[in-house]
C-alpha cells in the first residue's frame, strides 16, 4: 500500500510541475532523428515507456501530414513543437481529428511557437486541474473511486471534445471532389439512367 501511494504521490507532483519546455528553450539548432526522440522523452508525462516516441511513428505522422516534412534529415523546434502536441493528441483522439485541429490551429498567421505556448498554457490549466482532483483520492480504500472518477472525467471531457471537433468539422467547406471521384459519380448517374430504361 505505501508503494502506491508513493506512485501517486509521483504521478500529481508530475501533474503539478512537469511541462514540455517553452518554446524560447527548445533547441534552436536542428536536430536528427535519435535527438528528437530523445528530446521527446523528457517533454511528456508518461504513463509507462510504452507510449515512447519511435521513428516509425515520426515518419507516419510526416506521411500523412500531421507533421511538416524534415529538411533533410533534420528537425527544428517546429518539429518538436507538432510533435508534443501529436504525443499528447493521440492518447485521447483519433489522427484525423488530430488533422483537422492542427490544420485549423495553423491556418492562420499565428507563428508555430505562439500556438505552441497556447497549447502549453491549456495543457498546465488541464494537468493542475486534474492533480488538485487527486487529493480526494490518495489512499488504498480510495484507488477503485479514484480511478471510476478520472475515467468518469475523461468520459465527459471526450464528449465535448468530439463535439466541437464534430461542428468544426461541419462548418469547413466541402472539399472539390477529385477526378477519380467525378469519374465515379459520372458512372453511377449513368448505371442508374440505364437500369431505368430497361425497366
Known sequence: PIFHIQELE??????EEKRPLAWDALPDIPLYM???LTYMDRQLIKADGSDSLTSAMVNNYTKSGLVPRAAGKKYSRDHLAYLTAICILKQVMPAMDMALLLEEETSGDKPVGELYEEFRGSLDQALRSAAGEMEDYMDQASL???ALHFALLSYAAGLVSRHYVGILRESRPEPAPTRR???EKKS???EAGEGETQG
Open 144 to 146: 477503485s473511486r479514484g
Open 188 to 190: 453511377r448517374h449513368m
Open 181 to 183: 471521384e467525378k469519374r
Open 34 to 36: 535519435d535527438q528528437v
Open 10 to 15: 509521483q504521478l500529481r507532483r508530475e501533474l
